[in-house]
């Protein structure tokens, strides 16, 4: 079974419109850790965000804020008044207890369009 | 600061040809080191990782193979590519020794074409 889901394959929109990336993830542990990564065309992969299982504080930071939900095990990625500069593909990931292993979603690639 | 080196960035291979990619850390000691494979349009595979110099951890059984001669080098490498080798390879690094899960980061990548 997937650790972490990203169900939405690709999400185009237009400059200007705030878009929300989808990720729910999977774990028995109580203690875990999330990430949100970007992948511009570049191919590197751009640290945006950790979370931790104790912290369900939303975060914000300019134009992008994260939804953290224990309840229904969703880690959301919004970018409000998205940019063409926000297109990339963007990666959430799941680190457990124990060794430092990641756990990525498939990414969702977003398209903002002029 | 701390910065992550992957070379080549681009290489292509004809099939059954061997395979040296290398990446280097700086600026940190001991770090925790990892490969990523990424098929085209597809999502990351972590392939190897590594805790310490001779230490490697092999997360799927394939033609592939890595080292970490130094504590801050790590190499992937293969006697014989396969068609199936292709995508992009990514080298991250967190800090070790702690209890939080510490953040990855990653190189700059490879891209690997085996014709």
């Known amino acids: 079974a997937q650790k972490v889901t990203q169900a939405q394959t690709e999400i185009s929109v237009v400059e200007k419109e705030d878009v929300t990336l989808d990720c729910v993830y999977e774990?028995?542990?109580?203690?875990?850790?999330l990430f949100w990564y970007k992948q511009p065309p570049s191919g590197e992969l751009v640290f945006l965000i950790r979370?931790?299982?104790?912290?369900?504080q939303n975060e914000i930071s300019g134009r992008y804020s994260w939804n953290f939900q224990k309840s229904t095990s969703s880690f959301n990625f919004t970018t409000t008044a998205s940019q063409v500069m926000d297109s990339a593909v963007y990666f959430c990931?799941?680190?457990?207890?124990?060794?430092?292993?990641?756990?990525f979603g498939s990414g969702t690639k977003l398209n903002v369009k002029p | 600061s701390q910065t992550i080196h992957q070379w080549p960035a681009t290489l292509v291979q004809p099939v059954g040809s061997p395979l040296s990619l290398e990446c280097t850390v700086e600026?940190?000691?001991?770090?925790?080191l990892y490969w990523y494979r990424q098929a085209a349009g597809r999502g990351l595979q972590l392939l190897f990782y590594?805790?310490?110099?001779?230490?490697i951890s092999s997360e799927v059984p394939q033609n592939l193979s890595a080292s970490r001669p130094q504590d801050r080098q790590f190499i992937l490498s293969s006697k014989k590519l396969l068609l199936s080798d292709s995508g992009f390879y990514l080298c991250?690094?967190?800090?070790?020794?702690?209890?939080?899960?510490?953040?990855?980061?990653f190189g700059p990548g490879t891209r690997l074409t085996v014709l």
């Open positions: 991250a690094w967190s800090v070790s020794g702690r209890v939080v899960r510490d953040t990855q980061y």
């Open positions: 774990t028995r542990d109580t203690t875990y850790y």
């Open positions: 979370r931790n299982s104790f912290d369900e």
């Open positions: 990931a799941l680190s457990e207890a124990g060794f430092n292993k990641f756990y």
């Open positions: 600026g940190t000691s001991n770090p925790n």
């Open positions: 590594s805790v310490g110099i001779g230490q």
